[in-house]
């Protein structure tokens, strides 16, 4: 006489828990796939040397963020930057102001590590820039080499 083999189907009250599970497991699965997916990518802070800087500006492929004190924008400053000072109250909020459709090259006076250019950098990332350039050596290395520069006219 051959084997017999019963069959025995599993109570329902011990699948539920089973079923439960694995559908945790795949919606939990799925929904981190899709976080992963729509996480903003991390952005890239890109140093470039005076010259690398001067031939974005040229080309119209950046905008100029001068985070120095409104007295040595005064004395000095690359043609058609934007001045918010770095250490200003209401700082990051004015970054959320600015126009977004140019990447921004980030200066202050030396561009040294730690600086307030590299501060305004880490702020410009916070607050969502698709992509950012931080000028080496800042405002005197850009002067240093020649580049063109204006000043305001003094007021009477």
């Known amino acids: 006489m051959g084997a017999q083999f019963v069959r025995m189907a599993a109570p329902s009250f011990m699948m539920r828990p089973a079923f439960a599970v694995l559908a945790s497991i795949l919606l939990c699965t799925a929904c981190s796939r899709e976080e992963a997916r729509s996480a903003p ?3 890239e802070i890109v140093d470039v040397t005076p010259t690398q800087a001067a031939d974005l500006i040229a080309r119209g492929e950046a905008r100029v963020l001068d985070v120095r004190s409104p007295e040595e924008f005064a004395l000095g400053h690359i043609e ?4 918010q000072n770095v250490n200003a109250e209401g700082f990051v909020s004015a970054l959320e102001q600015l126009p977004d459709d140019k990447p921004f ?3 202050c006076a030396a561009g040294s590590p730690g600086g307030r250019s590299r501060r305004a950098t880490e702020a410009l990332q916070s607050a969502g820039a698709s992509q950012i350039y931080h000028l080496n050596g800042g405002f005197s290395a850009w002067s240093r080499e020649g580049h063109p520069t204006v000043a305001q006219a003094a007021s009477d």
């Open 41 to 43: 990518p991390a952005i």
């Open 80 to 83: 058609g930057a934007i001045n």
């Open 105 to 107: 090259i980030v200066h």
